[in-house]
């Protein structure tokens, strides 16, 4: 099946770099020419410096981009549906999509769901799981998950992506993979904060079990399966954030607990998205509430106290 | 040989629609363990019959009898054998009851017929007056929408009406929406019960309807349902299906629709594609039929209310089951208020996509697409049923967002929602059912209260309906809400038992909770802002 990646960040680049592995061929697309340059002459670009096979063909117009039966999205959330209007006049029925962005769109609505607004594709799927793109080009082993009403997109991507180096699962709850992606930016942003504040494994550990229950809670009443969030897509992609110090998220955190500027707009946007989405279905989700009163000026030491003396409560309800 | 003029171009032998409908129906079921569909089969219906005295029914039951003798020590082909005799017993069953000679003269006696019901006459006056009469059934029920495309769509492929289902005299009322359009008829599938209704049953064979008989529950009688659908829809039998699957108890829009019997045009239209049919596109028309009241409202609200409240509404509310509740519905049965409001909404694909005129799917920027490649693979249809379950959900989301735009609200809606949200203004601690048990008292609100809050309702919902999100009765807009008021409380005093709401001396009195309830319902998935504090000051 022929595939098209749509965006050349690193985990764009990387996931081309998988797709074309053994010489099947794969086009990649990038909104910016100097970028699209860039790969075409260098086989490589300073987001992902590896070297990118002969079989991946980079193209410049999404009317090329489109002549691909599996499409993967890898660019911000809140660029999905400019991206899905400019291709939609291109696009044909039997197509599958499958996008790797971990957030809502900023009007509150998975990316899925902005997909499936804005061209006639259905069968849509979300990557998601712990993949650190230097340690796939360094050659080390992760798995991900591809979560789909579909079992055609489910199997589209496992035969194309799967390898010994990526062991790939399928989900049929595609809205739990969306949630469980999108609530990582608050808990990246959070684990930042404990480490800027000097904090230690203890209160992460609080961090990662209470944010799987505010997920949980926000799965249940958009209708995912709350056990998806402690699958790969959830507590196994969190788990990497907390651990990686390298992460812009969590770098960011580390900067707001020191008193400095989040520096990331697309993570405030994020953010203030699952505020809305929370408050809209009446879902308490006190870390992302937290993050985001520090994102709008409270000193991350106050929240975090107002956290830790909330009215006490079972562990479950 | 039997024509079925009117829905079929072409005369249809019976004896090949059974045949075609034994091999598609086998061919499905044919993977599974047939042993065990057959013994639940004959199973399931033997413990319905103990005690039959109906010599039909009788015969039937030693039948099955004799299929399950035959079971215990059948090859796999003898099992193949039973399971055609039984699915061909159902086919017969099912397709037999269709009066297709009856069924041609349909548009001739039932705009006259209808007219009677609709005119409020007693049984005695119709049978003393038989059908004659002199009444123009054109301005009380008013049919609008997208009937030029329908027209259309019925040339370019099949058509599938897919209404709200309110009340029993649906399936009239649509058979004259369709014939005042000029539209074709339709076939589809009514329950037996109804039939047992002498007025019922009279429209009944003459709209199409062919027998349905929900006492059998087997899996087998649902799957040769399911496949005689999908052979009428082959054969371009332009169809009608109530895809909210019975009345709405509660008075709500359906948006929350059972998807078995739209799945079937999606396999019908597979089928069409594979043996390359000139015309193999199907079409959904979402339409909804307005009422200003409804025929069943009291009975209907009841049962929702024992299901969905379980115990807690139970505790004082036995009196319903009365007998003299029964006689009330028989009566009311004979008076139906008017206006009736059809609308025909935008045809979807089976895939959900609006349609255009000359039938392509549209994307959602408008531009036409053949949408063959949902279901094809390197120009082979690939059958995949769990695939075709997730199309036909988002066909049945299309269908109730359509419901939902196409609604036309009356002012009887508009007048039980304010009654309802003053009540849960003055309650707010009380949860629904509690507040039905309020006592008059209770439920007694100024006139000045309750216009205020119907003022708030209507700009909600002509700010909803500018934006095609709602329609509204002539009778909601460009009205004040004193007036809205007074004709809703005029209309609700017309036919129920006991009137939903009444006002004495500058205040508005919710008689019957219920009835107000099942009203207010209407307007149940719309975004409507909170309802005003008690007093009514904004």
Redesign the interface.
């Known amino acids: 099946m022929s595939a098209v990646v749509l965006g050349a960040g690193a985990w764009g680049t990387t996931l081309a770099w998988l797709l074309a592995r053994g010489g099947q061929p794969v086009r990649l697309w990038s909104s910016s020419e100097a970028k699209r340059a860039t790969l075409r002459a260098e086989r490589k670009s300073p987001a992902a410096p590896v070297e990118l096979p002969d079989s991946v063909e980079i193209v410049d117009t999404l009317a090329d981009a489109a002549q691909a039966e599996l499409l993967l999205f890898a660019v911000l959330p809140r660029h999905v549906r400019s991206l899905c209007?400019e291709l939609?006049?291109h696009?044909?029925?039997?197509?599958q999509a499958v996008h790797a962005a971990k957030g809502f769109a900023p009007c509150g609505n998975p990316v899925s769901t902005v997909i499936d607004?804005?061209?006639?594709l259905?069968?849509i799927g979300a990557l998601g799981g712990p993949v650190v793109p230097d340690e796939i080009w360094a050659g080390q082993g992760s798995a991900a998950v591809v979560a789909s009403?579909?079992?055609?997109v489910i199997d589209a991507v496992t035969d194309r992506l799967a390898s010994e180096q990526m062991r790939v699962y399928g989900n049929r709850d595609l809205a739990g993979v969306e949630i469980a992606g999108a609530v990582r930016t608050p808990i990246a942003i959070a684990a930042g904060m404990l480490r800027g504040l000097g904090l230690g494994h203890a209160v992460n550990a609080v961090l990662l079990t209470r944010g799987i229950a505010e997920a949980g809670r926000l799965c249940e009443a958009l209708g995912a399966d709350q056990r998806t969030v402690s699958g790969l897509s959830g507590i196994g992609d969190w788990m990497l954030t907390v651990a990686d110090e390298g992460d812009p998220l969590v770098q960011a955190g580390q900067r707001l607990a020191r008193g400095g500027e989040l520096a990331h707009d697309e993570a405030a946007s994020r953010v203030a998205t699952l505020v809305e989405l929370a408050e809209r279905e009446g879902v308490e989700m006190p870390i992302t509430e937290g993050v985001a009163a520090i994102l709008g000026g409270r000193p991350a030491a106050e929240v975090l106290q107002d956290l830790m003396t909330r009215k006490a409560r079972p562990e479950f309800q | 040989m039997l024509r079925r003029e009117g829905i079929a171009r072409e005369p249809v032998d019976d004896e090949a629609v059974i045949a075609e409908l034994v091999d598609d129906v086998a061919r499905r079921v044919g993977s599974r363990e047939l042993d065990l569909l057959i013994n639940d089969c004959c199973f399931v219906e033997e413990k319905r019959l103990r005690g039959t005295k109906d010599p039909e029914e009788l015969a039937y039951r030693d039948r099955l009898r004799e299929v399950r003798r035959r079971l215990a020590w059948a090859s796999d082909a003898e099992l193949n054998d039973l399971l055609r005799e039984l699915i061909e017993l159902y086919a017969r069953e099912i397709h037999g009851h269709f009066d297709a000679r009856t069924y041609a003269n349909a548009t001739k006696v039932l705009p006259r017929g209808l007219a009677l019901l609709l005119k409020n006459q007693k049984p005695w006056l119709m049978l003393r007056q038989g059908l004659r009469g002199n009444f123009t059934l054109a301005d009380r029920i008013v049919t609008s929408g997208q009937t030029a495309t329908f027209d259309k769509l019925v040339e370019l492929g099949t058509v599938v009406l897919v209404p709200t289902h309110l009340s029993n005299l649906d399936s009239p009322v649509i058979g004259f929406a369709l014939h005042q359009a000029g539209l074709p008829p339709m076939i589809y599938g009514a329950g037996k019960n109804l039939f047992s209704n002498w007025l019922l049953s009279y429209f009944m064979d003459h709209l199409g309807a062919y027998k349905v008989d929900r006492l059998k529950k087997q899996a087998l009688y649902k799957e040769v349902l399911k496949g005689y659908s999908r052979v009428a829809l082959r054969h371009r039998w332009h169809s009608l299906f109530f895809p909210g699957g019975t009345r709405s108890r509660s008075g709500e829009v359906e948006v929350k629709l059972k998807k078995g019997l739209m799945g079937t045009a999606l396999e019908a239209y597979q089928d069409n594609l594979r043996a390359g049919s000139p015309r193999p596109r199907l079409f959904f028309i979402p339409t909804t039929i307005n009422y200003h009241l409804v025929l069943e409202a009291e009975t209907l609200i009841d049962d929702h209310l024992q299901e969905s409240g379980k115990s807690r509404y139970i505790i004082s509310d036995d009196e319903f089951s009365k007998p003299d509740r029964v006689l009330n519905f028989v009566r009311s049965m004979m008076a139906m208020e008017n206006p009736v409001e059809v609308v025909f909404g935008r045809p979807l694909d089976p895939?959900g996509?609006f349609v255009d005129d000359e039938g392509n799917?549209l994307?959602?920027?408008g531009?036409p697409?053949?949408?063959?490649?949902?279901v094809?693979?390197g120009g082979q249809v690939v059958a995949?049923a769990?695939?075709d379950r997730?199309?036909t959900g988002?066909l049945g989301d299309a269908i109730g967002q359509a419901f939902l735009r196409d609604t036309v609200l009356f002012h009887t809606h508009v007048l039980a929602a304010a009654l309802m949200r003053r009540m849960r203004a003055h309650h707010p601690h009380l949860d629904l059912y509690r507040r039905l048990l309020l006592g008059v008292d209770a439920r007694r609100f100024p006139i000045q209260e309750v216009d205020a809050e119907v003022r708030l309702l209507q700009e909600s919902l002509m700010a909803l309906a500018e934006r095609g999100e709602v329609r509204l009765g002539a009778d909601v807009v460009g009205v004040t809400p004193a007036e809205l008021r007074a004709t809703a409380l005029k209309a609700f005093g017309r036919y129920h038992n006991e009137r939903a709401a009444t006002e004495r001396e500058g205040v508005v009195i919710v008689q019957d909770a219920r009835l107000t309830l099942y009203y207010a319902n209407r307007l149940e998935h719309y975004p409507l802002p909170a309802p005003l504090p008690p007093g009514g000051a904004r």
């Open positions: 209007r939609a006049p696009l044909w029925p039997s197509q607004q804005e061209t006639l259905l069968r009403r579909y079992s055609s | 895939f996509n799917s994307d959602p920027h531009r697409f053949d949408p063959r490649g949902y094809e693979s995949d769990a695939r997730e199309y988002r």
